[in-house]
């Protein structure tokens, strides 16, 4: 991992497991545009946001309670000259029990400040993580993007 790679963390009042089903359950959390299934080692999913952007992972790491990886194996980005920024970048969970609680800690591998999408990938990033996964793992409602609609700056 690069420094400058884009990275967050929160922490949330439930356990390891409990944390890990909640990320691997992207569609309450991301968005609800999503085809695919986003549960097991190799899965496949995609999610688009309108003509704005559209990515595939496919899950390349997967341990219960500890860690989840995806590889973005392919990307369009309609907002930058580069519209495939995205991928061969990793996307990745680590989960650690802090007594009592759990810490998520979240990281994009190549979101870097030289890429274009920085800015507003990052800050699309950090909503998602400190507003809608942190709302589904303590209260079980996550603020997905809803099916089909695009919020503007929204990845």
Known sequence: ????DY???????A???EAFESIN???KWWTENLEGNTHNLNDEFTVQFGDVHYSKQKIEEIIPGKKVVWLV??????FVANK??????KVIFEIEDKGGQTQIQFMHIG?????ECFDACSNAWSQ???QSLLSLVNTGQGQPTRKDVVSPGKI
């Open 1 to 4: 991992m690069n420094m400058q």
């Open 111 to 115: 979101l870097v400040p030289a890429t």
């Open 7 to 13: 990275q967050t963390m929160i922490t949330v009042i």
């Open 25 to 27: 359950n992207v569609k």
């Open 73 to 78: 194996t392919e990307s369009k980005l309609s």
């Open 15 to 17: 356990s390891p497991f």
């Open 84 to 89: 495939q920024e995205w991928t061969n970048t």
């Open 128 to 130: 998602y993580i400190h």
